[in-house]
Every structure is written in structure tokens, then in C-alpha cells.
């Protein structure tokens, strides 16, 4: 009876059960990824024109982003108060919205609907700073799948609430807005006792690495499966009972990866005192914002690098670690004797507070090179519906839940290879993201040019780029400034999202689409004037709003937006150049 019970204390505090219990929040709390599907709802119900509707918009941008009370609490609120906020800011402003679209309540006025929507979607900001949190502190050592995994299954929920949402066989569009409200809050109340640090740099085992690849597996099948089953609906007219199916097979995929807990721990044994020594030892070339780092009382490492000699990285690992450790011995007996002062400025590597981080050019560069490179992102994913219906999609539904799923392979593929690229040839992460930013420039170039098929290879190239970023900067972030303060500069940076999205959508994308509007209006005014039923035939004033017909629509916004990603690709080659040095220092002992 005692073993089991030990079993069971191993298993709730085994760092693989929170990885996984964090993947399940992450996949119910992308809900601002849904607006594509709930905006029409919210339309028909009011009455609400299109720039009514982008006002709602921008709302749920903001919401969605700006995290800084999270980012913030995340410093002194355990993670379980963090998820019950989260879940109580859900509830609250999507559940009053399925009250208003129901008419079980009166409608709001404009500016307070757009408080609903700011209440309801930051409720995200709660889940994914705990879960990112949380999971960073419990991998240190693998912070690039870690973060684009997390990210990655928030990017994924949209398809798969939708896909959950087929199962209701429910002609009320309505439901989605109920399931948004209630699904993601029951999620996080279930799961905020499981998700919590449990000491993580202590379990390190040698098969973590094939844990990691069969959660990677995982999201292949779960990409794959979603694809193919999108697909299949909309081309096909399913059964009821074939609908059912396919969403099990889903729930199952999902459900698969506590396999690893459950395996670790049915099969640990009682571990040699020596053998568990060497297991929770970090590696000496690992990051400097480890926990260990953070309790070592030394002289900071900042003093050192600046009074080593050039020549010293060339020497042997054992010589190299040798003339530092004699270097750091000399820089403390100076400072006790007065003949040095130590300074307290941390030096990128090292825990940066918020304030500190935002003194440091490399930490603005990354923030636009995000503004420009996920700002334009985001701009398609909220215009993905005028976009295809412009170039003569009739049902955009099918594109909204495929940029979803390339979202969630950008994430978890950005990284996977980031990953690749610091621990094998200890270069920045930036690089993978440069490269994430030419291919978003690619399908901002095929949109504008609107060929047949392009709407699917632009959706893919540029929810792809998107997602890298996601998975790329908040793992680069909390290598050069720390983990101790990373809930508020991850949330810091997550405005750069909104900024973007206010530049490209509000003041680029959406004054050039009415603009293109109205002159087709006007055309199209000339010819009723011959027959006054045209106008009504053509549904050109449908919903109150405008609308633009042909490539031309978003031709020039798209080319723009490409161009910005190339100029956020050149920043990151800078942020590259900047950080070389530095990365070659955090990861040089991992490959020797």
C-alpha cells in the first residue's frame, strides 16, 4: 500500500504530468483565434456594420495581448490563482456575450461590447503566462520545444474547438459563443492544482529527448488529422454518427501524451543517492538564468567576461574553466579590498528585471522585429474572411481553421529548430526566426497577387511564419534576460502584437479595402441607374458595409506587408549579429 502511494506522489509531482496538463489548457485557450468564426454571429445579431465589427476587433487583439497584470501576478500569485482569474475573466465576457446574442439580455452600447470582448479574451493572457511560466521553470534546459509546443497547441485550439463544436449538430451559431465561454474557464478550473513548478531541473532524465519526440509525433498526427478531416468536411456531407467518430479519434490523439508520466512512473526505481546527484547537477555550460545561477552568491559573470583575455575561449575546456575560475578568485579578493567594484547591472544572460530589459537595444529590436513580422500575421488571420470572400470564396471557415493548424506547426516547428540551432552549433535562435519572416514576405506577395490556389499556399506560408514567432521570441527572450522576471517582459512584448495588427489592419489594410469599396460602389451606381434592381441583386450593401470584390481588395496592403516582413527578417539578422557572442558563451560546454 505504501509503494502505491508513493506511486501516486511521484506521479502528481512528475514535471512530464504538468507539460501535459499545461498542453490541454493551451489547447482550449486560444479563443481569440475564433473570432473569424464568432464576428458574423456577433454581426447578424446586432446589426453591426463592418468597422463595428473591427472595433470589436481591436478589442480582442488588445485583450488577447496585453498581459501585463498577468505578467505581473505571475511574480507572486501561485499558479492556481493565476488560472482561476483567467477562467473567471472568460466566463464573464464571453458568457454575457452569449447572453446578448441570445437577446436573453439587452444589448450594450459599441465602446462596452468592445469591454466584453477585452474582459473575455484576456483571460488568455492568465493561461498562457501560467502555462509558459510554469513549464520554462520545470524544462530549463529545453526551453524552445517547451515554449513552441505551449504556444503551439494555443494557435491549434480554434480548430479544434470548431471541431468539438461540430459534434453539438446545432443549426445555432450561437453554441460557439456559449462553448468559448464555458469550455476554456471548466479546462482551467479542472487542471489549476496539477499545473504548478514541481522542481523540474531536479528530474532530468536521459529519456527526455524521446519523450519530446513522441509529443512531436503527436502534433504531426494531431496537424495531419485535422487537416485531412477539414478537408473531408468541407468537400463531403458527413453523418452524424461519422462526425462523432472523427472527433474521438481527436479527443484520443489529445488524451495520448499521459502516456509518459504514467510510464516514468510505473517504471522508476529507487534512484542511487550519487546516481540522483548527477541527474539534478546542471550542466556547466547551460544558461545563466538557471535557478541554480540565481542562488550562487558569486561575482557576476559580467566582470569576468570583460577582464578575461582574448585568447582564452581558444584554450581547452578543462584549461579555459581552470584560468576562469582563478580569474573569478581575484576579481573577489579585489572587491573585498575595495581595488574593484562589482556592479549589479545584469548583462544579457544573466536575470533582467522589466525595466532593466527595456534600457537594452537588443530587447527593442526584438520587439519590432515581432511587431513587424506577427502584426502582419495577425492582420490576415482577422481579414481572412474578407480576404477569400474578395477573391470568390464563398465560405471562408475552411481557411480560418487551416491557418490555425499551420499556426500550431510554425510553433511547435520554430521550436523544434531553433532548438537545433542553438544546441548544435551555439548560434542564435534569430536566425530560424529571419527565416520564418522571408516566407511570411513570400505569402504576402502571393496574396496580393491573388493567382488561382494562392489563397492556400499564402494561408500556409504566412500561418507558418506567424507561428514561429511565437514559439522563437519568448524561448530567445528569457535566454538573454533571464527567467525570473519573464511573465512580465513575455507579456511586454505580446503588445507588439495588437501594435502591429492596429498599423496593418486599422490604418493600412482597412482604409485601403472601403477605399476600393466605395469606388466600386460608385461603379456600380452608375449601372443602376438603368436598373434599380441590380443594386439589390448583387447584395452590394448586405450587413450595413461596404464590399470590395476582386484582388485588388488587399493587393496593395498584402505588398506592403510584405515588404515589412523583409525589413523584420533584417532586424533579426541584426539581433543575430548582436548575440553571437553570447550564445556561443550559453551553449559552448553543451557541445563539448
Not at 461596404?546 to 523583409?566: D, P, Q, T
Amino acid at each position: 500500500m505504501g509503494n502505491v502511494g508513493e506511486r501516486l506522489r511521484a506521479f502528481s509531482t512528475n514535471r512530464w504530468l504538468v507539460f501535459v496538463a499545461a498542453m490541454w489548457l493551451q489547447s482550449m485557450a486560444g479563443i481569440g483565434y475564433l473570432f473569424g468564426a464568432i464576428s458574423p454571429v456577433v454581426k447578424a445579431a446586432l446589426g453591426y456594420n463592418q468597422r463595428q465589427v473591427a472595433a470589436l476587433g481591436v478589442a480582442k487583439d488588445l485583450g488577447d495581448c496585453v498581459g501585463f497584470f498577468a505578467g505581473s501576478l505571475s511574480a507572486v500569485l501561485p499558479a492556481w490563482a493565476m488560472l482561476l482569474i483567467g477562467a473567471a475573466q472568460n466566463f464573464l465576457g464571453y458568457g454575457w456575450l452569449w447572453l446578448i446574442v441570445t437577446r436573453q439580455v439587452s444589448p450594450l452600447p459599441l465602446w462596452l461590447m468592445c469591454v466584453l470582448i477585452f474582459v473575455g479574451t484576456n483571460g488568455e493572457t492568465y493561461f498562457n503566462t501560467t502555462a509558459l511560466v510554469t513549464c520554462i521553470q520545470n524544462f530549463p534546459k529545453s526551453r524552445g520545444p517547451t515554449v513552441g509546443i505551449m504556444k503551439g497547441f494555443a494557435g491549434l485550439s480554434s480548430a479544434i474547438l470548431t471541431q468539438l463544436y461540430a459534434v453539438m449538430h446545432t443549426p445555432d451559431h450561437a453554441t460557439l459563443v456559449f462553448m468559448v465561454a464555458v469550455g476554456p474557464s471548466l479546462v482551467a478550473i479542472g487542471l489549476m492544482f496539477i499545473i504548478r513548478p514541481v522542481g523540474g531541473h531536479r528530474q532530468v532524465r536521459p529519456s527526455d529527448k524521446n519523450s519530446f519526440m513522441f509529443i512531436y509525433t503527436i502534433c504531426l498526427l494531431l496537424a495531419s488529422y485535422l487537416v485531412g478531416v477539414m478537408l473531408v468536411q468541407d468537400f463531403m456531407q458527413l453523418s452524424d454518427n461519422m462526425v462523432n467518430f472523427l472527433t474521438v479519434v481527436l479527443l484520443i490523439l489529445l488524451i495520448l501524451p499521459i502516456a509518459i508520466p504514467v510510464t516514468l512512473t510505473l517504471s522508476s526505481k529507487t534512484q542511487h543517492p550519487t546516481e540522483e546527484a548527477l541527474l539534478s547537477e546542471p550542466s556547466k555550460g547551460e544558461t545563466s538564468t538557471s535557478q541554480e545561477k540565481e542562488d550562487q552568491p558569486e561575482v557576476i559573470l559580467s566582470e569576468v567576461e570583460e577582464q578575461k583575455p582574448k585568447d582564452i575561449d581558444s584554450l581547452p575546456p578543462s584549461e579555459r574553466r581552470k584560468r576562469i575560475a582563478e580569474l573569478q578568485t581575484k576579481l573577489v579578493q579585489a572587491a573585498a579590498r575595495g581595488g574593484v567594484r562589482i556592479r549589479r547591472q545584469p548583462h544579457r544572460g544573466e536575470n533582467f528585471t522589466l525595466m532593466q530589459a527595456l534600457v537594452k537595444a537588443d530587447f527593442w529590436l526584438i520587439w519590432f522585429s515581432l511587431l513587424l513580422g506577427s502584426g502582419s500575421g495577425l492582420t490576415v488571420i482577422d481579414n481572412l474572411g474578407q480576404m477569400s470572400q474578395s477573391v470568390g470564396f464563398k465560405d471562408a471557415h475552411i481557411f480560418v481553421s487551416l491557418i490555425s493548424i499551420w499556426n500550431f506547426l510554425g510553433r511547435v516547428g520554430g521550436g523544434y529548430f531553433s532548438e537545433i540551432v542553438v544546441r548544435e552549433h551555439t548560434y542564435p535562435r534569430h536566425i530560424a526566426l529571419a527565416i520564418a519572416q522571408m516566407l511570411m514576405a513570400v505569402g504576402h506577395f502571393l496574396f496580393a497577387m491573388a493567382w488561382p490556389g494562392m489563397m492556400y499556399i499564402g494561408t500556409f506560408l504566412v500561418g507558418l511564419g506567424y507561428g514561429a514567432h511565437w514559439a522563437i521570441v519568448p524561448a530567445a527572450v528569457s535566454e538573454l534576460f533571464g527567467v525570473k522576471h519573464f511573465g512580465a517582459m513575455y507579456n511586454f512584448l505580446t503588445v507588439a502584437n495588437p501594435a502591429g495588427s492596429l498599423v496593418f489592419s486599422g490604418l493600412i489594410a482597412s482604409n485601403l479595402y472601403d477605399y476600393e469599396a466605395e469606388k466600386q460602389a460608385q461603379q456600380h451606381h452608375m449601372a443602376a441607374v438603368q436598373s434599380s434592381r441590380l443594386l439589390h441583386n448583387i447584395g452590394l450593401f448586405a450587413d450595413g458595409a461596404l464590399k470590395c470584390e476582386g484582388s485588388v481588395c488587399f493587393c496593395i496592403s498584402s505588398l506592403i506587408m510584405s515588404a515589412f516582413c523583409v525589413v523584420g527578417a533584417g532586424l533579426s539578422l541584426l539581433i543575430v549579429q548582436r548575440t553571437k557572442r553570447v550564445y556561443s558563451h550559453l551553449y559552448r560546454s553543451v557541445r563539448t
